[in-house]
């Protein structure tokens, strides 16, 4: 079975349009994203385009943010703090990666954690590990979300995740732990990681390396997730972390590239967004 992240993300945002579409009157007003962009990374102009048009479907008040990539760190933390401060705004991404002479980490942290809709502030990333109330990262949630509505059973299961990233690996791995599944962390140091990943039932792949997961590498019958967004050297075209046209005969359940991870990302930052906007507005988990 291919997973249509597309049409499942679609199918999410209608209803979250639906939802969107009581808070006018109810709350006088509609959820507000804010999302900064430095610079003019081909990559991160087209992710906040999409961000920008999803925020559009879905009914969300999209602010998109563009500074040069010469904004100085001071400039860029005035900016957020700014931006904490407007009761009118509900959602702060930064739109990553940004340019070297600003430290990631110090941004991150300077966004007020009840606005973090990119769940990668230090407080979020804690309350993830407690099993807290929190905002959870986008594509981690949007993977669960996916194996839930492709009706994979998770518990008991031996998941093995490549990559140990703060944003999709690590985070993807402790929402699979926190289902239950018996939980491998593969990454560059990995020895035989051919064997390793042979052993999963669930195979989560989040590399950035275009189709370096191979078919030998792959149980019959396993449950691929392919998280990497890559250019095909050869084609230019858009590809995964997995070989798709091997692998998918093999697989039972298996993710496409593009139109699978990618569209759940997107689907849970406006999920989150409102998430943010209704806590604001309560002061309460949805
Ligand atoms: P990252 O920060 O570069 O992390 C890559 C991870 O892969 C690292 O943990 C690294 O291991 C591991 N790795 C690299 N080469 C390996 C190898 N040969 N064997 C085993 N492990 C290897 O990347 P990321 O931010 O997690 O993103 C990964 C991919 O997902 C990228 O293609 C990115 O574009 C994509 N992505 C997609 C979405 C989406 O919504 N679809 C969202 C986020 C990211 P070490 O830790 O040992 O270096």
Redo the contacts with the bound molecule.
């Keep these: 079975m291919i997973i249509s992240g597309k049409e499942l993300a679609l199918s999410l945002k209608r209803r979250l349009a639906e939802e969107v579409g009581t808070f006018e009157e109810r709350y006088g007003r509609v959820p507000h994203l804010a999302v900064i962009l430095v610079g003019d990374d081909a990559g991160s102009v087209s992710y906040v385009t999409g961000k920008a048009k999803a925020s559009a479907e879905v009914g969300i008040r999209n602010t998109t943010l563009r500074r040069p990539a010469t904004i100085s760190e001071e400039e860029l933390l005035a900016l957020i703090a700014e931006l904490n401060a407007d009761d009118e705004v509900d959602g702060i991404l930064v739109q990553l990666p940004l340019p070297k002479h600003i430290d990631t980490d110090k941004v991150i942290a300077a966004v007020d954690v009840s606005k973090d809709v990119d769940g990668f502030h230090p407080l979020n990333v804690a309350a993830l590990w407690q099993k807290q109330p929190c905002t959870l990262p986008?594509?981690p949630k949007?993977i669960i979300k996916m194996l839930k509505a492709a009706g994979v059973e998770i518990a008991g299961k031996r998941a093995v995740v490549?990559?140990?990233?703060n944003?999709?690996?690590l985070p993807v791995a402790k929402l699979l732990l926190d289902e239950n599944a018996t939980v491998t962390v593969?990454?560059?140091?990995?020895r035989n990681?051919a064997e390793v990943t042979s052993q999963a039932e669930i195979l989560v792949v989040?590399?950035?390396?275009p189709r370096?997961v191979t078919a030998d590498m792959v149980a019959e019958g396993a449950v691929v997730i392919d998280?990497?967004?890559?250019r095909d050297p050869e084609s230019g075209k858009l590809c995964g972390?997995v070989d798709f046209a091997a692998i998918e005969p093999k697989a039972s359940v298996i993710t496409p590239v593009p139109g699978?991870?990618?569209p759940m990302?997107i689907c849970c930052l406006m999920e989150n967004t409102v998430e943010c906007f209704l806590r604001r507005m309560h002061g309460r988990e949805r």
């Excluded at 593969?186 to 990995?190: D, N, P, Q, V």
């Design positions: 986008c594509t949007g490549i990559g140990r990233s944003i999709v690996g593969a990454h560059s140091r990995t990681l989040a590399i950035g390396r370096f998280v990497g967004v890559n972390d699978g991870v990618g990302t």
